[in-house]
């Protein structure tokens, strides 16, 4: 099941108007100029690991860079301690992205350029490198001697920890994203709701003023509830006297509605996850086509297949009428 970080993040940024802003403002200008941020497009992600239970928030786009294609990773990073090897996960996660190229055009003769974003806002900063050579440990001559062998990946890092509001609010960002990116940024550093709320007043306003989408706008306050564990009319007396009666309202009519949708996707994927497991563990590896299926199901019909799994001769029995 996601994790509240995770949920909020995808649920935000797989927009394409909401992610734009972010991916920009962390490339280098040189490169930001050249793409053409019109041609940004949300592709799936359906190679998850699910026998290790990979679960991380991670969103794949297609965008033009010069007219060529270029698939943008943005990733959200969010452990009490940033991962000394977060570059091993990027690197799988590509690998992952150029199989799956292979796999479906198996006469390609290049592969996508990926470009990844690590979006980190764990307490303490990032601290760590932005590229795999930076986790072996090697004497400097040995090192040397080496590099141009050894396997090479480099990520961005927005390291929202370490960057203040005056910053955060010079980018080019739409009103929702920005109130996202700070809420997961001061979450981070344990203020009480009541005072978040508060400092969060105007990006709030904002974001009501501009997107109209109650649904997300109730997601950033789901989150900011599941986090400190309240329950739903304290929550709403906070969001009141904070926020105002209208944001107050919002949440009152979809807070609970978005609550049981994010329990019923906590349980879909849950049992997705369950059937892939054992699907491959009878079976071995499953197709594209069997993941997305999967991953599209049901609960109903996750359940039914979970029944069969056991005592089905092959994957197609699992999945007939």
Request: include cysteine; charged fraction near 25%; proline fraction near 6%.
């Amino acid at each position: 099941m996601p994790n509240p970080h995770d949920a909020l993040f995808c649920q935000v940024f797989a927009d394409p108007r909401h992610a734009e802003g972010e991916i920009r403002a962390v490339l280098p200008p040189a490169i930001a100029r050249r793409v053409s941020w019109s041609t940004l497009r949300l592709l799936p992600t359906t190679d998850k690991d699910v026998l290790r239970g990979d679960r991380h928030a991670d969103l794949l786009f297609e965008v033009r860079i010069d007219g060529e294609p270029c698939l943008l990773h943005l990733l959200l990073e969010h452990k009490s301690g940033d991962d000394r090897f977060t570059a091993v996960q990027v690197g799988d996660y590509a690998f992952r992205i150029f199989r799956r190229h292979l796999r479906e055009q198996p006469d390609a003769t290049s592969l996508p350029p990926i470009l990844a974003v690590v979006v980190f806002h764990g307490p303490g900063g990032w601290r760590r490198g932005d590229d795999l050579e930076s986790c072996f440990r090697l004497a400097p001559e040995t090192k040397r001697l080496l590099a141009p062998y050894l396997p090479g990946i480099r990520f961005f890092v927005d390291d929202l920890s370490s960057i203040g509001p005056e910053e955060l609010a010079s980018r080019t960002l739409s009103a929702l994203a920005r109130l996202v990116l700070e809420v997961l940024r001061r979450a981070s550093a344990g203020d009480d709701l009541r005072s978040l709320l508060r400092a969060l007043a105007v990006e709030f306003r904002a974001a009501r003023a501009a997107s109209g989408d109650a649904g997300l706008l109730a997601a950033v306050l789901t989150y900011l509830g599941r986090l400190r564990d309240l329950p739903r009319a304290e929550m709403q007396t906070l969001v009141r006297l904070e926020l105002g009666s209208d944001l107050e309202e919002i949440m009152y009519s979809t807070y609970d509605q978005t609550l049981d949708e994010g329990r019923a996707q906590g349980r879909a994927q849950g049992l997705a996850a369950a059937l892939q497991t054992v699907l491959v563990s009878r079976f071995g590896p499953l197709d594209a086509e069997t993941v997305r299926r999967i991953e599209a199901a049901s609960i109903a019909d996750l359940e039914k297949w979970l029944e069969r799994v056991g005592t089905a001769p092959n994957p197609a029995a699992v999945f007939d009428s």
